[in-house]
Nanobody, 119 residues
Framework: QVQLVESGGGLVQPGGSLRLSCAGS????????MAWYRQAPGKGRELVASISRTGDNTHYGDSVKGRFTISRDNAKNTVALQMDTLKAEDTGKYYCKAYAMSSRGTDYWGQGTQVTVSS
């Protein structure tokens, strides 16, 4: 019943922009810290950005700081990732994550959406 569904991925040229969205359902969205991760083929899953429950605080990986912006709309149960000035190394599958509220809680993951940056 709990679902996180990503959308907005696709093919874009270097220097271009893309906006990803993640829609949550089946849980109290506003209770969860949210994040975006990405994974390139043969690589580990990497934290891209995270956002606090209220949206007051954000964190970005060093490789995307200044280019990506995470935001959330708790009224719509969505979290977005605006990606600007895209580079080839941004290519990968992007996943939405909802963090467990305690160490014994359950983290929720979306199915992922592919982002390919290529000329």
């Amino acid at each position: 019943q709990v679902q996180l569904v990503e959308s907005g991925g696709g093919l874009v040229q270097p220097g271009g922009s893309l906006r990803l969205s993640c829609a949550g359902s089946g849980f109290t969205f506003s209770n969860y810290v949210m994040a975006w991760y990405r994974q390139a083929p043969g690589k580990g899953r990497e934290l891209v950005a995270s956002i606090s429950r209220t949206g007051d605080n954000t964190h970005y990986g060093d490789s995307v700081k200044g280019r990506f912006t995470i935001s959330r709309d708790n009224a719509k149960n969505t979290v977005a990732l605006q990606m600007d000035t895209l580079k080839a190394e941004d290519t990968g599958k992007y996943y939405c994550k909802a963090y467990a509220m305690s160490s014994r809680g359950t983290d929720y993951w979306g199915q992922g959406t592919q982002v390919t940056v290529s000329s």
